[in-house]
């Protein structure tokens, strides 16, 4: 089994440690058992201390594009054309689930909010489809990092906070912008892990155009929670140059 370079650094400190701890013993010096002390401690701390594995932005990407690609062929082949709508938790009976109703028809429809879409694939009021998001779970990661529920907050709470998330927790990205207008709300992203994904995403003009790549999804499923009201993507740009990706969404009337 390969060592990792903590490791690594952590044997070999505690070993010069030790060793000058028993030289302090045999030449009776204290400031070799200072600097004993001192690299035996510093060794023990990494060794204790376990980084959090990331993934590559290469091995998500190909772990993922798949099931965007199936899903885009799914949608395709049944003639599902309508915008991906992003159900608010009044919607579902777990309040860490999520879906995204898509309608056979072009434009936006909004499923009554009596009918139990978790208990459902398929809509008949109006005609549609039941999608879990494929960002569901990054959200569910987002809620636990901040140690809270995004429904027990605001849309203010997530423009303050969820950039830390990004930039120094999760280390998604170099940068993470979020303003409002009236019932549009605007993310800019910068130099994300999810570049190359959001590029592919593109080239899968159902997925684009109507629910978002994995990283637009989860942002999406945070904001119905916030909001408590449905979400749709208005539109969404990933610019190579600087690595920049601006995505606006719609707060939906019902």
């Known amino acids: 089994m390969r060592l990792q370079i903590p490791n690594i650094v952590g044997l070999t400190l505690t070993a010069c440690g030790i ?27 990494f060794l204790l201390l376990k980084p959090e594995p990331y993934t590559k932005s290469t091995l998500l990407d ?5 099931s965007l690609k199936n899903l885009h062929k799914l949608l395709t082949d049944l003639n599902y054309n309508g915008k991906g709508v992003y ?10 689930s999520g879906l995204v109703y898509i309608s056979k028809k072009k434009g936006i429809d909004i499923p009554p909010l009596g009918e139990k879409p978790e208990d ?10 039941y999608i879990t998001p494929p960002g569901l779970d990054l959200t569910n990661l987002f809620e636990k990092r901040l140690g809270t529920d995004f429904i027990r907050t605001d849309l203010q709470y997530l423009q303050t906070n ?11 990205a ?10 549009l709300i605007n993310i800019k992203i910068t130099d994300s892990v999810y570049n190359n994904l959001h590029t592919q995403t593109q080239q899968l003009a159902t997925i684009h155009n109507s629910i978002g790549c994995p990283l637009c999804s989860a942002i999406a499923c945070a904001l119905t929670r916030v909001t408590g009201e449905p979400i749709i993507i208005e539109n969404s740009h990933y610019t190579t140059t600087d690595k ?4 606006q969404y719609r707060i939906l009337e019902e």
Not at 62 to 66: A, F, K, L, N, Y
Not at 87 to 96: A, E, H, R, S, V
Not at 162 to 172: A, D, G, S, T
Not at 174 to 183: G, S
């Open 19 to 45: 060793l000058a701890l028993a030289s302090s013993i045999i030449f009776v010096n204290s400031i070799l058992a200072f600097i004993g002390l001192g690299l035996t401690f510093w060794g023990c701390l």
């Open 62 to 66: 190909s772990t993922t594009t798949p």
């Open 87 to 96: 159900l608010p938790p009044k919607y579902l009976t777990d309040l860490k």
């Open 120 to 129: 459902t694939t398929v809509s008949t009021n109006p005609d549609g489809l």
């Open 162 to 172: 969820l950039p830390n998330v990004f930039i120094e927790n999760l280390e998604i």
């Open 174 to 183: 170099q940068a993470l912008e979020i303003t409002t207008e009236n019932n």
């Open 244 to 247: 920049t990706l601006t995505v």
